[in-house]
Structure formats: structure tokens, C-alpha cells
């Protein structure tokens, strides 16, 4: 049985999973959850957490959060790996998955809870490689209960969000800074990479956040790791929330 993994449709950190999979040549079945679902029947197939990406071994090994996945499948495909063997790089890089897993990826999740529900037109895009097990057109006419859920789930308000906004362009300015440092955009994807890349990768589908990268070394970096990522999302945000964007776009 190839190893299994749980994601629901639009998840970044999902995608960083699924991407570290791949780049170890491991084989594996996606299983897409329903958002906010997902909780309980993760629950119900026994993993010890509630979010994705979650995946069970070929050995029957279940492992959660994107930082323990990097872990665990070096330990077992040491090749390629996703850590530098020299002690000194591999901090650098694991200060910086820690920020983008601690600090970085919830922002976009918060701010598409809140785009989504006002514009729904962007959740089809996220829908679009999606094998769910309803179809996609009821699945996004229910879609109002789940994205209130997952806007209480993720504390997606806007106040949450005005505050990311506001932050976004400093953050964006760090994955800049990592990668003149060399700590990611090396020859050979690290755990790192994959953390990050998939944050800004998911900003780039946001018509509203778009123009923040664009042109930018973060933004080469999100399409050279993560190539595709299904999803676009129109104008959503109201004008006065993304201000700092614009002003930071602009200077
Ligand atoms: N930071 C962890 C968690 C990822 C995470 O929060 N995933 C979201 C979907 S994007 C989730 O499953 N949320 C449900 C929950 O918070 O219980 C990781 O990198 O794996």
C-alpha cells in the first residue's frame, strides 16, 4: 500500500507535504478531506492531531505537521535530503522553517478565509484538482457553513487580517532577505523551501496580494518550488484593509 495523504483542497502546508513526498520518490494516494470536516475524521482515523497534511506510511506510521513530515521522511529516504549536513546551515534553515511554519503560513490562511467569503468565485479555483467526496457544485453551494467554521477555526476576522495585511510586506521582505542569504533558493530544495514557498506561492493566486511579489525574488522562488497550485482568487478584499499593500507595492 503506497503511503496516504490527507489534505483538503487549497491547504498550503498540504501541498508542501505532498511535495516533500514527491521529492523523496515516495509513493503516495491523496485522499481530499472537506474543509473543516476534516477535523473529526482525522480524529476518527486516529491521528494524535486535527490538520492537514497528515499521512500514513507505507509501515502504517501516522505523521502530522509539515515540520515533523520533513523530519521523518529524512529519516527514512535519506536521499535526497531536505536539511544541509553542515550543523551551522541546517540552523539557519530550521530558523527559517520555523518562521515560515510559526509566523508566515497562517497569514495567507487567514486572509482566504476572509477573501473567499467575499468573493466565492475563488474557492473553485481551489477546487479545481479536487477529488472530493461530494460534488464540486454542491460542495460549493454548502460552502458558506464551512467557511465560517474555518474562519472561527483559523481566528480569521478582520481585525486577524487588517493585522496581517499590515505585516505582509515585511514578511515578504524577509523571504527576500533568506533567500540573499542562501539559506533557501540553493540548487537543492530544503525543508525550509518547501515551508515558505508554498505561503507565497498560495499569495501569488490572490489578484489582491499578487502585485506585492511580482517582480520580486520570493515570488521567482514560490514558482520555481511549487510550479503549480490550483486556485485563483479575484479582487476580494475591501480597499481600505489592503492600504498597506498598496502603499508597500508602490514604494
Ligand atoms: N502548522 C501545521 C498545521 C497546518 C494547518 O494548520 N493546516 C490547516 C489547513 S491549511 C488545518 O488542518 N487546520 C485545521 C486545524 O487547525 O485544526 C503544519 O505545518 O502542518
Known sequence: MPAKLYSIP???PA???RLMLERKGIPYK???LIAAAHKPILKALRFSGSTVPAIKLEDGRKIQGTREIARVLDEIVPEPPLFPADP????KVEEAERWGDEVLQ????????QAIDRNREGMAGFLEDAKLPVPKGLALKTAGPIIKAEQKINNSTEDTVRADLAALPGAIDKVDAYIADGVLNGAEPNAADYQIAVSTRLLLNFEDLAPLLEGRPAADHARR???DFPGHVPPALPADW???VVAATAS
Open 30 to 32: 491523496r485522499v481530499d
Open 242 to 244: 489592503l492600504a498597506p
Open 10 to 12: 487549497g491547504s498550503h
Open 106 to 113: 497562517s497569514m495567507p490562511r487567514r486572509i482566504a478565509w
Open 88 to 91: 551551522e546551515a541546517r540552523a
Open 225 to 227: 518550488i511549487v510550479p
Open 15 to 17: 501541498m508542501a507535504g
